[in-house]
């Protein structure tokens, strides 16, 4: 993955940018300044958590689907069992992503989750159980989109992969058959 944004090339969606950023800031933020102007865990919590789980929506439900192409989801299938459904762009419109829109979805999927990691480092360093508790809960949706997303990119490739040699076999098979016919 490339550090630096592709260059010459403007964001595709910029509102779909801004709040793909917008709540894991807001979040970060809030969990970073609330000390200073709250006293009660409880609204540190709850404000915290609930701008985390408008990123997990907000990036699960919107900018996944429209930054990058992908959506993932889980359903209880009739004997009770988990099972993960991915859904990707065809690889025409795959191709077509722009590729500011995908560096930042991707690079700010991970950092966010390296910054609740060093939050959560920092809160059992002192000792701070319940603020550990809200950095596990904001990890713990970070990590599903992560975990979703990257499972739903590796099927979307698996997915090229397969379009790509079923045409490749084809095109030789075709190749093939009208140099028989002719002879």
């Known amino acids: 993955m490339d550090l630096n944004p592709p260059p010459g090339e403007n964001y595709a969606n910029p509102r779909i940018c801004f709040f793909h950023v917008l709540f894991k800031a807001g979040a970060l933020a809030f969990y970073i300044l609330s000390a ?16 985390s789980a408008l990123d997990f929506w907000v990036v699960k439900n ?8 992908l959506r993932w989801w889980n359903e209880i299938d009739d004997d009770g069992e988990s099972v993960w459904k991915f859904e990707c762009l065809d690889q025409e419109s795959l191709a077509r992503m722009n590729k500011k829109d995908s560096w930042l979805f991707w690079w700010t999927l991970y950092l966010t989750a390296v910054i609740w990691i060093f939050f959560g480092i920092f ?6 159980a319940d603020y550990l508790l809200v950095v596990g809960v904001c990890l713990t949706l970070s990590i599903a989109n992560i975990v979703g997303f990257t499972k739903c990119r590796k099927d ?19 190749t093939i058959q009208s140099a028989f016919s002719a002879v």
């Open 36 to 51: 200073l102007f709250f006293d009660s865990f409880v609204i540190i919590f709850v404000v915290t958590v609930l701008l």
């Open 156 to 174: 979307a490739k698996k997915q090229i992969q397969q379009f790509a040699s079923q045409t490749i076999a084809n095109r030789f098979s075709s």
């Open 62 to 69: 919107v900018s996944g689907r429209i930054l990058v192409g």
């Open 123 to 128: 809160s059992l360093i002192r000792f701070q």
